[in-house]
């Protein structure tokens, strides 16, 4: 409990500082504070998204610590070799760290980030999940939700968003057996940065699927982007969770939900959604919960 | 130094043994993977201390080099045909970064149709990727450009990545005699990586960024300022290479009897030696014929084409690959030397060995009665049957 | 405390001036944000020095001193986030 870092204890040094991200930017928070856990001896891996390229213009580079720009589809790879080669080379005190996109992790980089699992690897990989491909102009990735609208899911007469669920990633992650995995939120830091800490100290290949609201691609103004990631929770779409020694651990069971229409309707990427679309969401939340409260070690512990 | 008999994927891994790489990435693929399975050998038995990692696909094989490179590590890949093109991205992305990567590919024919024998079109159709490119004859060359590559590799003036290209099944798994130099020499040789091109903890770095309009172009006029550096380089390489080991492969071009050569047929791998004894059997007969082995073609070795071709009445150009809808690629940049040095001399092209369909001696001597007697420029060397018009 | 820091910049004159690869010294920041903000926030007595304005900026601007938090103008976007996570509405939003 007392040696856990908090606001007061975290390093006052920043190492994401500068960067080109748009106001309000929930994926910049995550790594900053991400960064802010691992310290100096983090050595970043970024691969093409918002994150790259918001924060590598030659001559302007935002991180303090080593960082590296991968292949999109590379994050996991480059990772890999980056962790092999400082071994290789005799550093010493230094964690290979991935920041990875939604689109960059569970699409096009998936691949990778199995072999590396596989491998176990001594890596961190976190994936900032903002629900679509952002840098790109919002189109849809495997994680982006039930009827959200995005610039190649529109909504319409016929089709009312994205007609496929949220791929559930962190489970595909935890089917490898991996050492450490877990979700967590831009809308509770103590717990990422808990996460994070945890993390880093695990030997092999360790998970974070940290949601990161994206005020542009949402559709909610700048400075609600803490407080959306929140509804989130509050509302039942997203939970904070672990996979630790082959099991699964729910670190909060809500005993109510607060309205999902409420969470739904804050955002520009659902405004068209209609009751029975609402109503879908609402099933396939309560099915995952039912599912989540039968299997799952849900003893609610202080993280 | 010992000898042994070695396939030119064994006489490859041999090379790489004693490079000493720190971090190696493998992925099979045929015909390159008796490569992988020997260098896995060696890192078991431990006459090879390396990170040897198991990736799962040639694009991560590559993505993970580059990683490591950036940490400044010595790494090897290898791979070959669809492996190669799976890994187009990364080929870019590492000598754009300059990352002195080597890596071996066994060239194969590329799908469809699906095909596992030797031609050349894997490789020449990633000339324009930003690596150094260098084709071997036999296996002991396979293991000394091992060496030699990261030797021309890591230097700072070209600090870019080299491709060795193997001829599929011909030379990859060809048994040959082939002298192993001992460890002692290697590092004499060849001193251990050492780059500012890598992040360190002491150094923090942000790599791989990104550079807009106003500074790009620079960025790629140096790499390409790299590659013409690194003609000089290769041949200072192969001195230091003979004067330890006492090979020597003359640098970017090997010709043979080509001083007073009226014919000269310009190859590229394996079928060199083929076409050697052609030359020699047609010399016994007084014809004034000769060859040059392209090595390099990529830095293209322009100024070795003009000395060799100068006073040639006509030259071919022998290659297993075709641009489709032009001619060999092979052919087209050796016809730009020519043409920019107002050299006056007839060009032909043959296109052989697509697939593996093999290249017989009567094919080569026909080949030097074409260009003796002239004929159609662009020619397809063993097609089993007649073309419908 | 160290983090990313505004340096001189010119654009290079000969090709030796650029790095070699693309790699170059982290944390080297040519220009600011200021320009992107219509509003700035500024921290009033009202403030309790809980730091949840200071762990939520997503742009870490908000930094510690001897007597409190202070905010680095010079990448402050303006976003507000800042203004709505304080639990005791100490930090106003002013306008440009
Ligand atoms: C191989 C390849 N395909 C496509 C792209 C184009 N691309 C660059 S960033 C990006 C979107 C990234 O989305 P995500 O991973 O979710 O990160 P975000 O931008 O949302 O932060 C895409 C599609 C690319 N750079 N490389
Ligand atoms: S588009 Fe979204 S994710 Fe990308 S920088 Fe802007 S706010 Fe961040
Ligand atoms: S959130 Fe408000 S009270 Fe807390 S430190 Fe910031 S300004 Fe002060
Ligand atoms: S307005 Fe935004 S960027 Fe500026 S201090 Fe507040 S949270 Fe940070
Ligand atoms: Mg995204």
Redesign the interface.
Known sequence: MSNKITAKTITDSEFFYGHKACAGCGGSLAVRIALKVLGEGAISVLPAGCMSAVGFNYPHLCFSNNSIISTFAGTASMLTGVEAGARAVGIKNFKAVGLAGDGGTADIGIQALSGAIDRNDDILYICYDNEAYMNTGIQKSGLTPFGAKTTTTPSGENIHGNLRPKKNLFEIVAAHDIPYAATASIGNLPDFINKIEKASKIKGTAYIHVVAPCPIGWGIPVNETIEIARKMMDCGLWYLAEYENGKFKLNKNPSDFSSIEDYLLAQGRFKHLEAADIEILALQRDTKWATIRKNWNNIQEEL | MAKAFLSGNDAFAEGVRLARPQVISIYPITPQTTVVERISEMVEDSSLKSELIHVESEHSALSCAIGASAMGARTFTATSSQGLLYMAECLQYASGGRFPIVMMNANRSTALPWNIYGDQRDSLSQLDCGWIQVYVEDAQESLDMALQGYHIAENPLVSTPVMVNLDGFVLTHTYETVEIPSQTDADRFLPPFQTENKMSLDNPKNLAFSVGPDNNMEFKYIQHKAMLDSRRVIEETDAKFAEIFGRSYGGLTQGYRIDDADYILITLGSITGLCREVVDELRERGEKVGLLKLRFIRPFPSDDLVAALESAKAIGVLEKDISFGYEGTVYTNVNSVIAKNGLCLETYNFIAGLGGRDISRENITAIFRHLQTGGQHVNFIGLGVTIDE | ??????RP?Q??QK?SD????????????????SG??NERPIITDECIN???C????????I??TEDGLDIDYD?C?????C???CPKQAIKMEVE
């Not at chain 3, 405390?1 to 505004?6: D, E, G, I, R």
């Not at chain 3, 200071?54 to 601007?61: A, R, S, W």
């Not at chain 3, 976007?77 to 986030?81: M, R, T, Y």
Request: charged residues 20%; proline residues 8%; positive net charge.
């Open positions: 405390m160290s983090k990313p820091y505004l910049y654009k290079p090709l650029y790095p070699l690869g693309t790699a170059s010294e982290a944390g080297y920041l040519v220009t600011k944000n992107w903000r809980c730091l949840q200071y762990l939520y900026c997503p742009d870490g601007v930094f510690k990448f976007k303006g976003c507000g986030i203004e709505k996570i």
